[in-house]
């Protein structure tokens, strides 16, 4: 079983920045897809950035250039840093941890941008 809790959302500016936060409960990104999906109001879910055991990031092209996936081993914890946020970037965003038939979801941080 892997907990995972995520942090960082709020109400931004557009143009603005967030970095959102993903701790898991032990150590598993040798062994996980670590990735971040978001929902907006309306829609369905849908990935934004993801993250390989190795360590490469792959992004969603409507955030290429603005978000960037990370991790921290030593903290258990997975970062994105979202720049030029747009209000389409609104919704609520998710952590996600995958291996296997194995899939462990947070329980979401909410993320506006508005003026």
């Known amino acids: 079983q892997v907990q995972l809790v995520e942090s960082g959302g709020g109400l931004v500016q557009p143009g603005g920045s967030l970095r959102l936060s993903c701790v898991a409960s032990?150590?598993?990104?040798?062994?996980?897809?670590m990735s971040w999906y978001r929902q907006g109001p309306g829609k369905r879910r849908e990935l934004v950035a993801s993250?390989?055991?190795?360590?490469?990031?792959n992004y969603a092209d409507s955030v290429k250039g603005r978000f960037t996936i990370s991790r921290d081993n030593v903290k258990n914890t997975v970062y994105l840093q979202m720049n030029s946020l747009k209000p389409e970037d609104t919704a609520v965003y998710y952590c996600?941890?995958?291996?296997?038939?194995?899939?462990?979801w947070g329980q979401g941080t909410q993320v506006t941008v508005s003026s």
């Open positions: 032990r150590s598993i990104f040798s062994q996980y897809v």
């Open positions: 996600n941890a995958r291996r296997d038939f194995y899939s462990y």
């Open positions: 993250m390989t055991r190795g360590g490469n990031p």
